[in-house]
């Protein structure tokens, strides 16, 4: 079955980088465009980036400039590059993939990945 | 605030049929089709209806979605204490090229 975990999360100070991922089983990972949503603590859902099967990029207007997605295929695993995290990056990072191809829906979620910025 | 526009909180007593709204524009509602999730307490999100109007397999019949216009709306019925949650509609926007979620609403049943 389906499986995403995410890892890499932590705590930061403001200004800094950091890069989490998000390791993927049971599906042809290539074939589908993944995402990561965010979710600040106590606050509601907010998407963050796409990348599509094809490799072609999107960004929240939030993070357009700092956040990086990217894929692995022969590991499947997506990653997201984070860089001048500020404190109102902080929130529970997660992976979601596409339900189909050019889905616009997100069928499977990880358990998210904590990242903190604090100084 | 959000692009999409959901109520903060909603009830019923167990039994009950409940709704819940999404409440957009003609970028996003009024020309995408609107997904739902649903967040019991300390869990990722799940996906209960896609395409205004599917369910998963998995999710029950009780919830049900529709769509009209700029509108979305979820509505649960047979209210079960485990349905006590937070429920979010999602959408793709045209003009931003990206997804926007409501706000979320919290159910609680009483």
């Known amino acids: 079955q389906v499986h995403l975990l995410e890892s890499g999360g932590g705590v930061v100070q403001p200004g800094g980088s950091l890069r989490v991922s998000c390791s993927a089983s049971g599906f042809s990972f290539s074939m589908y465009g993944m995402h990561w949503v965010r979710q600040a603590p106590g606050k509601g859902l907010e998407w963050v980036a796409s990348v599509r099967y094809d490799g072609s990029e999107m960004y929240a207007e939030s993070v357009k400039g700092r956040f990086t997605v990217s894929r692995d295929n022969s590991k499947s695993t997506l990653f997201l590059d984070m860089t001048s995290l500020s404190l109102e990056d902080t929130a529970l990072y997660y992976c979601?993939?596409?339900?189909?191809?050019?889905?616009?829906?997100?069928?499977?979620w990880g358990p998210g990945t904590l990242v903190t910025v604090f100084s | 605030q959000s692009v999409l526009t959901q109520p903060p909180s909603a009830s019923g007593t167990p039994g009950q049929r409940v709704t819940i709204s999404c409440s957009g524009s003609s970028s996003n509602i009024g020309s995408n089709t609107v997904n739902w999730y649903q967040q019991l307490p300390g869990t990722a999100p799940r996906l209960l209806i896609y395409s205004n109007v599917q369910r998963p397999s998995g999710v029950p019949d009780r919830f049900s979605g529709s769509k009209s216009g700029t509108s979305a709306s979820l509505a649960i019925s047979g209210l079960q204490s485990e349905d006590e949650a937070d429920f979010y509609c999602a959408v793709y926007d045209d003009s931003l090229k990206g997804w926007v979620f409501g706000g979320g609403t919290k159910l609680t049943v009483l």
């Open positions: 979601a993939k596409e339900q189909w191809r050019t889905a616009q829906s997100f069928d499977y």
